[in-house]
């Protein structure tokens, strides 16, 4: 008898491996991707973690953009390795389009502009 994870555990796994891949260079982490401890059966798929990586990337260069804390020439740069890393995701290079995500290093935000209420 094999035993299978369950929804939850499957869920919690991929949360985690999510905000692994996510999180960890905004909060200034080091670490590469292949060095994060994850369990294979755990990860996400490359195409799933591409485009979480991309989606993440993209709202911090928009957090910068909006915050004004880097020059528009490095604003520039990380949009021009995003949209790359992004072109790369879609022809399905992904490896490529990891390894392009990992050269673009944005800090988090120190002052977010107060935002408008949705009503």
Same mark, same amino acid.
């Given at each position: ?13 991929a ?24 369990? @294979? =059966?755990? %990860?996400?798929?490359?195409l ?5 990586? /991309?989606?993440?990337? &993209?709202? +911090? ?16 740069? @990380? =949009?021009? %390795? ?9 022809? /399905?290079?992904?490896? &490529?389009? +990891? ?17 408008r209420?949705?009503?």
């Open positions: 008898m094999t035993l299978r994870p369950s929804a939850a555990t499957r869920l919690g796994a949360a985690f491996a999510f905000f692994s891949l996510t999180c960890a260079p905004a909060w200034g982490f080091t670490e590469r991707l292949a060095a994060i401890p994850i369990p @294979a =059966a755990l %990860r996400p798929t490359l799933a973690a591409c485009e979480a990586w /991309g989606r993440h990337i &993209e709202d +911090l260069i928009e957090q910068h953009r909006s915050a004004g804390e880097l020059s528009h020439e490095d604003i520039d740069r @990380a =949009a021009d %390795r995003f949209y790359a890393a992004r072109s790369f995701c879609s022809m /399905g290079k992904l490896l &490529e389009a +990891l390894a392009m995500f990992e050269t673009i290093s944005l800090g988090r935000v120190k002052h977010r502009p107060p935002q209420p949705l009503w």
